[in-house]
């Protein structure tokens, strides 16, 4: 299971890979930009529900968090 140190780094580095700006990614998934910095900053960590979201719109597999070592 990805470290929740770690999984900030990967939420925002998969972001800028896309080409999404937290603007974009807080807009699409009806939360505010400082709740994504704070994702991506590992202040807080979204819940299940966002957290799957967040996984969909990024296309991360989430099975790929889980089974990350």
Do not use: H
């Not at 890979?17 to 991506?40: C, D, F, H, P």
């Not at 966002?50 to 969909?56: V, Y």
């Amino acid at each position: 299971m990805v470290k929740a140190s770690d999984l900030g780094w990967i939420l925002a580095g998969r972001r800028e890979k896309l080409n999404m700006t937290q603007t974009y990614i807080a807009s699409s998934m009806g939360v505010s930009e400082r709740t994504v910095r704070n994702w991506e900053t590992c202040v807080s960590m979204p819940n299940f529900i966002d957290g799957l979201r967040l996984c969909r719109l990024l296309k991360i597999n989430p099975m790929d968090l889980i089974n990350r070592r």
